[in-house]
């Protein structure tokens, strides 16, 4: 199986900067595209971005394209999301996902692995 372990969040300034990290273990090869979600409070979990592992094409959702970017490095089997002048409405729980059966279709119900979530607070 594959395990996913997200870091980095935390209290971060409006206007700043915040990359988060989400590490894979287990059986990495089995993954053919990873994901970003976040859950703000009171609200349902949506899609942030993803990315096929193989050709690391990448999608974004329109609220943060533009101002995050995710990437991955394939030797540390790692997935990234750098976040550039986050908002107060950007505070959430942030989550990676992994999918096992196909590549990147910002679908939530298409991702069969998450990680714990890491909390981000943006602050005015």
């Known amino acids: 199986q594959v395990q996913l372990v997200e870091s980095g969040g935390g209290l971060v300034q409006a206007g700043g900067s915040l990359r988060l990290s989400c590490a894979a273990s287990g059986r990495i090869w089995s993954v053919y595209a990873m994901a970003w979600l976040r859950q703000p409070p009171g609200k349902e979990r949506e899609f942030v971005a993803d990315i096929n592992w193989s050709d690391e094409k990448t999608y974004y959702a329109a609220s943060v394209k533009g101002r995050c970017t995710i990437s991955r490095d394939d030797a540390k089997n790692t997935v990234y999301l750098q976040m550039n002048s986050p908002k107060p409405e950007d505070t959430a729980v942030y989550y990676c996902?992994?999918?096992?059966?196909?590549?990147?279709?910002?679908?939530?119900?298409?991702?069969?692995?998450w990680g714990q979530g890491t909390q981000v607070t943006v602050s005015s």
């Open positions: 996902a992994a999918r096992r059966d196909g590549f990147a279709t910002m679908n939530q119900g298409d991702y069969q692995v």
